[in-house]
């Protein structure tokens, strides 16, 4: 799916989104998982940030500053109204560049939006801006290939490579696999936490 497509389509459910989101405790087991492995970091990105919440407010009270990244400009707004102290901007990770370096980078539920062909750029990206000791956590489907799927009256692009292959490129990158888990099997959702060596 084109990034700026699927932006117009998170801008739709945005104030929705941020009303689910905003004091939920979805994935907050697994996050606090991955903070736990890491040390007193300073820095840490979000992609695909949506309006915030929960996640940052966790980084916020570790000690850690947050960029932002998401497609949705009606998102940047209400994470920017959110937590003014951080920074968020519209950008599309596939294209997205900067010299800093994070010690923290989590992907929640956003990079399985990406085509399938800017799955392993992307992962690779993300394995290259992240601090040496860094924590990375994101989520991926666990079967190969992209499919769509309707939802809050919209179609929604999905792709993933597999377990296989996102364990291969973290190895790859110099990345040591903390944890996996198919955490709401038998659906095929993997979040996997990982640190670099």
Request: charged share 20%.
């Amino acid at each position: 799916m084109d990034p700026s497509l699927l932006g117009t389509k998170y801008d739709k459910i945005a104030k929705w989104w941020h009303d689910q989101h905003v004091d939920s405790s979805y994935g907050v087991r697994q996050f606090e998982r991955a903070i736990a492995f890491s040390n007193s970091g300073v820095k840490a990105l979000d992609v695909g940030c949506g309006a915030g919440g929960r996640f940052i407010r966790i980084l916020q009270h570790k000690g850690y500053t947050v960029t932002g990244l998401d497609v949705s400009k009606e998102m940047v707004k209400l994470a920017s109204a959110n937590h003014p102290e951080h920074k968020f901007v519209e950008q599309d990770i596939c294209t997205w560049e900067t010299e800093e370096k994070f010690d923290f980078i989590f992907a929640w539920d956003s990079i399985f939006h990406l085509p399938l062909a800017m799955q392993k750029p992307v992962i690779t990206k993300l394995c290259k801006l992240l601090a040496k000791g860094g924590i990375l956590i994101y989520t991926f489907g666990n079967a190969e290939g992209e499919h769509t799927d309707q939802w809050r009256n919209d179609i929604f692009y999905y792709s993933s490579i597999g377990i296989n292959e996102n364990i291969q490129i973290l190895i790859n990158n110099g990345l040591s696999i903390l944890h996996l888990e198919l955490d709401q099997y038998p659906e095929k959702h993997v979040y996997t936490i990982a640190t670099k060596l």
